[in-house]
């Protein structure tokens, strides 16, 4: 099983970028999938989830401003992230639990500057 994710990079205060990750190896559709993010010296969140029938659920910090989506043809999973603040600079990682394994990408940097 693999998780690619993609996307991240250094935006200003009050910009967007989208998250990408692709999973190879698993019946994409039947999993739910989430992205959580780690911030230095700061232990791993839960930020998104998305189940296999599209249920969502955000940690708090992020309602209305993020939007996690799934696309089942391309395997891939999106976090949709606007109106970015500093405190959401972070390691950004995909993550599913699939055939009673957890499975992580390798992470994304997402840099916010003020």
């Known amino acids: 099983v693999q998780l690619q994710a993609s996307g991240g990079g250094l935006v200003q205060a009050g910009g967007s970028l989208r998250l990408s990750c692709v999973a190879r190896?698993?019946?994409?559709?039947?999993?739910?999938m989430a992205w959580y993010r780690q911030a230095p010296g700061k232990e791993r969140e839960l930020v998104a989830t998305?189940?296999?029938?599209?249920?969502?659920d955000y940690t708090d910090s992020v309602k209305g401003r993020f939007t996690i989506s799934r696309d089942n043809v391309w395997r891939t999973v999106y976090l949709q992230m606007n109106s970015l603040k500093p405190a959401d600079t972070a390691v950004y990682y995909c993550?599913?639990?699939?055939?009673?394994?957890?499975?992580w990408g390798q992470g994304t940097q997402v840099t916010v500057s003020s």
């Open positions: 190896g698993i019946n994409f559709k039947l999993y739910d």
């Open positions: 998305i189940s296999s029938v599209g249920s969502v």
């Open positions: 993550n599913t639990n699939a055939r009673s394994t957890v499975f």
